[in-house]
């Protein structure tokens, strides 16, 4: 594929997807209520770990990592501080605000917006934690796994960009009984997440998390266009696949690629449903 | 955009918007004349249309690298408002902060602090680090007491055992080559797909002004 | 220090009232929390049936008898719910309940009080009056002795039934665990581990082993366990090998772009494969740019270059900044940073680490010979992939990571255009170190009249007498940068008998002339060249039902190994070491001279279209990776500083390595063991709970 079909179809990608967004918006705002989203046991726990932090007077800590406003992981800086703008929304009834941290230093307005426009009730506000600096930042676990002998959260959402990094905090988390839940962009913190946290999320769940976290419901839209995409892309895939196999066997009928291409998209579709 | 949002956030949602638009417009139609067919200004007009996009993505990565003075402030300012409420860490941090400050104002240049502080601190604490792994990765079944619990654990055995240099282990190698090759590699195609979906929705809704930071 | 509610603890409880309410309903999976489950009563109603002194026996009227994992009550519903409740009880419990009508600025003091007192509670303080006596006799009146005795196993001596317990086992979790004091029952609320506690004990056990086994290699040689890595890399990792040779055909003077994407936490791993590139690089008096995302890793690399003057002896001069390499401004922003690198080269090689102006012009990126890529995480492989290889033609990206970036850099290697490599990890770094060393110690010091040279048929580890002859009588190619080619051999049975690459046995039939000049050396080499439209099956064997091998493009051009007895197939030389059969009407032939092959600073996109020059490059590489013939170790020459190679100190190599082996061991042995000890744990808990079911 060469330069110029690629863009036409980056191009035709990024409108369907503005056009994906406004139509789910639409449904969804008609259909909020009663929109049923897939259970993720990673949310699941919030409710909990939202109430542990009010009845135990103790801040929840919600880390951006690395993801910052301006590098290539904008996209997920601003999805968590989404996230995180709706637990802290669930906290607001205590009286301890939550800390955010990260170490981008490009994210600290983001956080603090976030705390500010979360933290409805007034009273003292936490500032966001910057420590230095960048991707994978041993600085940066070093000066968390501080916070968290010194402030005591009752609770970590690990939620943006880490690496490896990541073992040393919910290791220190776990040793003082502090329970996490993670979620990395970059694979080698997401595998530690997966084997260390309490609860992981995993994949495109860290961009709808905020949908998981509104406790009023609101904000499926993104969840449902990621949906419609991913589901577009495996059919594509699939039928690609399919294609490709035809092509190697040349013995193989027609009639019985469609069969199979039919019980393949059929078994898609009830794995997709049952989940 | 949401509701009750003022003039302001009007604003600034406009702003976002045209920004994102001019710089995707230029990512995506800029430099590549051949999409404006053999005309003869097709050059010109191309150039002329990556040019905004450029000029706002210096901007940014100016913006970036003046974005460390926020850090610093920051850092500062948390710690000093840390250090009435008699955190003792916070009062080592100030310190040696300003004891670098002193040390790089009159030894112009001089990073041996950096080597003989900070390089052997951070290595020590990547040493700790692998023993942070090893203990996480020995209570996965404690957390994770179900078939995916185990299956993680036997993956992470064999590819370790297959990354030991040892003869007898050469089937092992054989099944961890296979691991990586195929499911492993799916599998981390897999979630950068899930991810890169994400990135573009949630670049497009923040570029549509749907945004929460847009709201009042 | 403060005890404090535990709520790793909370949520393991939670879990596992979950995993018994799925035991009980036969719910499995994520089923178990679909909507619709039962919720427990809010809790104030419950405390207040609690403080009823009839309740002598365990009875719970309004509780629903559904399993179902209970859900947390919200505050909110605390609140309205405790409205009607006085709260002039200091006790936690009335406090908890009695968060209602507040005024705002009230509550925070009487929260604030309620983590003193439940703080206090947990101490050891002095009893707690008497209505919060019966909170505490929860356990004793609802459930038998043995729910004490037994953690987890939630066994009812009396009839509770199993939601019940959970709901018992919430009830508890809510009101921050039995308010009893450390002494009485401490088994909810364990104080953070410390080193010396019991709990603390597997955690020191397994740091122990690690540092034991880690430093046992270093006491002593008779703990070595494992082979050394070989010191040539394997047969089927020609990447690896073309990743060498090709930072050993830079010349003097060359500017290499280096990337160090890693920091202190990658340090261990990857500090040893980044020494021996930067002294590959300065041995050969090429120039290192040093760049990266990362600020520290600038002065890691900085660090590295320090490391390797120390080694100089005094004779030698050391390598100095902004002569022989140049540390440049790090690049703030991730990928757009690499953008920026990519479209602004010369802006960012004006200004040093340290803010100084280097002195250095360049027009565009497209002035470096070669870029390396040292990094720990596939990310940034990507990040560069995508930002700055697209940018430039004809440039090759040699990757080297981590043992965890691997798989994914071997996949970007195997699939994108200009990626090379990967080379990785400490067992990589040593085989890289052995090669180096043994080319450079080997032909050192050299005839200072040898002209250094390619030799089309020598392998890298020629022997002595081997160089003597070649020098004069094979084709030599000036070593003027990683796409200088040398010239090819005449025929493609030549080509085919020189493609075992056997050490000193030069084919002398492939030999034309003495001309140094490589445009003179008009050696051919017969090729196909991908004519079809679409992209097309090369395979197993001269028939279309033999396996397909691999896929050629159009433009595609590949050496021919010959053709089957009617010329319908072309037998031709894969990258991969393989070969492969295309039918002959998809392809044309193509002879290609030497001069076409290596003429690079002299006609290339004049002479050839632009898709041929990209493919004439792409074809270099096939022939690269597959006939390292084309890209060898060349001895060094007269201008380079083998000392930069041969002062490294190599006495700690073989110790890291083993100590890395036996460390990977007892990594697996702690791993095993404490998941088989939760493992086992989980069982019995699960046995416990369905025999008490």
Do not use: C
């Not at chain 2, 195609?189 to 929460?212: E, H, K, P, Y």
């Amino acid at each position: 594929m060469d330069d110029t079909t690629l863009q036409v179809y980056s191009v035709l990608f990024v409108l369907a997807t503005v056009v994906l967004v406004y139509t789910a918006r639409y449904f969804g705002a008609r259909r909020a209520r009663r929109r049923a989203q897939r259970q993720i046991a990673g949310f699941d726990a919030l409710p909990g770990w939202a109430e542990g932090a009010i009845e135990s007077s103790r801040p929840l800590h919600l880390a951006f990592g690395s993801a910052g406003v301006g590098e290539d992981n904008t996209a997920v800086a601003l999805a968590e501080a989404e996230f995180f703008h709706h637990v802290i929304q669930r906290v607001g009834a205590g009286d301890v605000s939550p800390i955010i941290s990260t170490s981008a230093a490009a994210t600290v307005p983001l956080g603090q917006d976030t705390l500010r426009r979360g933290w409805q009730r007034g009273g003292a506000l936490t500032r966001t934690q910057w420590y230095p600096q960048g991707r994978r930042s041993i600085g940066y676990a070093a000066a968390v796994s501080g916070v968290i002998e010194s402030e005591r959260p009752s609770a970590h959402i690990f939620a943006g960009s880490f690496g490896s990094e990541l073992a040393l905090m919910i290791d220190s988390a776990a040793r003082r009984g502090q329970g996490s839940l993670a979620v990395s962009d970059q694979l080698q913190g997401q595998a530690v997440a997966y084997a260390m946290a309490d609860q992981a999320l995993i994949g495109e769940e860290l961009f709808a998390a905020a949908s998981y976290a509104a406790e009023d419901g609101r904000a499926p839209a993104d969840a449902m266009v990621m949906d419609v995409w991913r589901a577009l892309l495996i059919m594509g895939m699939t039928v690609v696949l399919l294609l490709e196999v035809a092509k190697q066997m040349p013995w193989l009928s027609w009639p019985a690629v469609a069969v199979a291409s039919l019980v393949l998209l059929g078994l898609g579709l009830l794995v997709y449903r049952r989940r | 955009m949401g509701r009750g949002q003022g003039v302001g956030a009007f604003f600034s949602a406009l702003v976002a918007f045209a920004v994102g638009v001019t710089v995707m417009l230029s990512l995506l139609l800029g430099d590549n004349p051949a999409l404006f067919g053999d005309r003869p200004g097709s050059d010109e007009l191309a150039r002329r249309i990556a040019l905004p996009g450029d000029v706002l993505l210096r901007l940014i990565v100016i913006f970036l690298a003046l974005s460390i003075v926020i850090g610093i402030a920051n850092l500062l300012f948390v710690h000093v408002s840390r250090l009435t409420s008699g955190k003792f860490y916070s009062a080592v941090l100030l310190a040696s902060f300003g004891f670098t400050i002193y040390w790089y104002v009159t030894r112009r240049g001089d990073t041996s602090l950096l080597e003989a502080v900070q390089l052997p601190i951070e290595s020590a604490l990547a040493a700790l680090l692998f023993v942070s792994l090893v203990h996480g990765s020995s209570r996965v079944m404690g957390k994770r007491n179900d078939i995916w619990g185990l299956l993680f654990v036997a993956v992470v055995v064999v590819v370790l055992l297959a990354s030991l240099p040892l003869a007898e282990l050469a089937p092992v190698k054989a099944w961890s080559d296979w691991l990586m090759r195929i499911p492993v590699s799916a599998g981390v195609r897999a979630m950068l797909l899930g991810i890169a979906l994400g990135m573009v929705v949630t670049g497009v809704r923040a570029v549509l002004g749907q945004d929460r930071s847009y709201r009042g | 220090m403060n005890e404090e509610f535990n709520w790793l603890e909370y949520s393991e409880s939670v879990e596992r009232a979950a995993a018994e309410a799925e035991e009980n309903s036969g719910r499995r999976g994520l089923r178990r929390f679909l909507p619709g489950r039962p919720k427990l009563p809010r809790f104030p109603n419950i405390l207040r049936r609690l403080k009823l002194p009839r309740l002598s026996r365990p009875r719970w009227p309004g509780l629903p008898s559904l399993p179902g994992l209970p859900r947390m009550p919200r505050l909110p519903g605390l609140r309205r719910k405790a409205q009607t409740q006085e709260s002039v009880q200091p006790s936690t419990a009335e406090l908890l309940g009695g968060q209602t009508n507040r005024p705002v600025e009230e509550l925070d003091d009487r929260l604030r009080a309620l983590r003193e007192r439940s703080a206090s509670g947990m101490m050891g303080a002095p009893p707690a009056p008497a209505p919060n006596q019966s909170l505490l006799d929860v356990d004793e009146v609802l459930v038998s002795p043995a729910f004490q005795q037994k953690p987890g196993g939630v066994i009812s001596a009396v009839a509770l039934t199993k939601a019940q317990q959970q709901q018992v086992e919430m009830l508890k979790d809510i009101v921050g665990g039995p308010l009893g004091t450390q002494e009485s029952d401490g088994r909810r609320l364990p104080r953070p581990t410390s080193v010396f506690s019991l709990s603390a004990l597997p955690r020191v056990l397994g740091t122990a082993l690690l540092a034991l086994f880690v430093s046992l290699p270093f006491v002593s040689s008779d703990f070595a366990e494992g082979e050394l890595p070989p010191v040539e890399f394997d047969e089927d990792r020609n990447s690896a090998t073309t990743f060498y040779n090709l930072l050993d055909n830079i010349a003097r003077d060359d500017y290499i772009l280096v990337a160090f994407e890693y920091g202190p936490a990658a340090a261990g791993e990857l500090d040893m494969l980044a020494e021996l590139l930067l002294r590959h690089i300065f041995a050969q008096r090429a120039t290192p740019l040093i760049v990266s995302s990362n600020p520290i890793a600038v002065v890691h690399a900085q660090n590295i270059i320090r490391e390797i003057n120390r080694s100089l002896s005094d004779a030698h001069a050391p390598l100095t900044a902004d002569e022989d390499y140049y540390l440049l401004r790090y690049l703030p922003g991730g990928a757009l940073g690499l953008r920026e690198l990519s479209e602004n080269f010369g802006d960012i090689a004006r200004v040093s680490a340290r803010g100084q102006l280097t002195g250095l012009e360049f027009a565009s990126l497209q002035e470096m010979t070669l870029m390396v890529l040292i990094t720990d995480s596939a990310e940034d492989l990507r990040s560069w992939a995508e930002q700055v290889l697209p940018e430039v033609t004809d440039m090759q990206l040699l990757v080297a990571t981590g043992f965890a970036a691997q798989p994914l850099a071997q996949a970007y290697a195997d699939s994108v255009e200009g990626v090379m490599g990967p080379v990785y990890g400490m067992r990589d770094a040593y085989t890289y170190g052995e090669k180096l060393h043994a080319n450079f110690s080997a032909l050192d010091p050299s005839p200072p009249e040898q002209e250094p040279i390619v030799e089309p048929v020598q392998a890298s580890d020629g022997a002595d007498g081997a160089t003597d002859s070649n020098a004069v009588s094979e084709p030599q190619i000036e070593r003027d940068g990683p796409t200088a080619l040398p010239a090819v051999s005449a025929s493609p049975e030549a080509t085919a008998t020189s493609a075992a690459t056997e050490t000193s046995q030069p084919t002398s039939t492939s030999a034309p002339t003495d001309t140094p000049a490589p445009t003179a050396t008009e050696a051919t080499l017969l090729a196909v060249e991908v004519t079809s439209p679409q992209r097309v099956n090369i395979r197993r064997g001269p028939t279309t039902v033999d396996d397909v091998l691999a896929l050629g493009y159009p433009g595609d051009l590949f050496e021919v190994l010959g053709t089957n007895g009617d010329g319908s197939w072309y037998q031709i030389a894969l990258d991969n070491g393989l070969e492969g059969w295309v039918a002959a009407f998809l392809v044309e032939e193509r002879v290609i001279t030497a001069s076409e092959l290596a003429g690079e600073e002299t006609n290339d996109s004049a002479s050839l279209p632009r898709e041929r020059a990209v493919m004439r490059l792409d074809f270099t590489f096939r022939l690269g990776k597959n006939q390292p013939r084309f890209y060898q170790a060349q001895a060094p020459a007269p201008g380079d500083r083998t000392e930069l190679v041969l002062t490294r100190d190599r006495s700690q190599e073989v110790p890291r390595l083993q100590a890395m082996t036996l460390g990977t061991l007892a990594a697996v042995l702690v791993i095993v063991i404490g998941n088989l000890f939760y493992a086992a744990r989980g069982l019995l808990r699960r046995r416990d709970s369905s025999g008490a079911r």
